[in-house]
Nanobody, 117 residues
Framework: QVQLVESGGGLVQPGGSLRLSCAAS????????VNWHRQAPGKQRELVAQ???????DYRDSVKGRFSILRDNAKNMVYLQMASLLPEDTAVYYC???????????WGPGTQVTVSS
């Protein structure tokens, strides 16, 4: 069992930066791939960034060059560093951890990011 809690969201002006944190508790977190998803009002949830258990990363095109996903396995933490934020980045951001070999998937409750002047 893995529990996830996001933090770091808030209100930021366009062009600003935020760092989201995903704190994980439970065993074997280092075996999990971790994604950040987001969901804007009236829109479907979308994958923003992912980092594998081995440290490989990938991003959706609209955030490439602006967002970075990092993990600190010693602290059971995953971060999403966001820069040059745009109003269209406004959404609730969710942390997701999954290990399909184990058949497990977990979600955090989400953290709100609002980009507005």
């Amino acid at each position: 069992q893995v529990q996830l809690v996001e933090s770091g969201g808030g209100l930021v002006q366009p062009g600003g930066s935020l760092r989201l944190s995903c704190a994980a508790s439970g065993k074997y977190f280092t075996l999990y791939d971790v994604n950040w998803h987001r969901q804007a009002p009236g829109k479907q949830r979308e994958l923003v960034a992912q980092i594998t258990s081995g440290g490989g990363t990938d991003y959706r095109d609209s955030v490439k060059g602006r967002f970075s996903i990092l993990r600190d396995n010693a602290k059971n933490m995953v971060y999403l560093q966001m820069a040059s934020l745009l109003p269209e980045d406004t959404a609730v951001y969710y942390c997701n951890a999954h290990n399909w070999r184990l058949g497990n998937e977990y979600w955090g409750p989400g953290t709100q990011v609002t980009v507005s002047s």
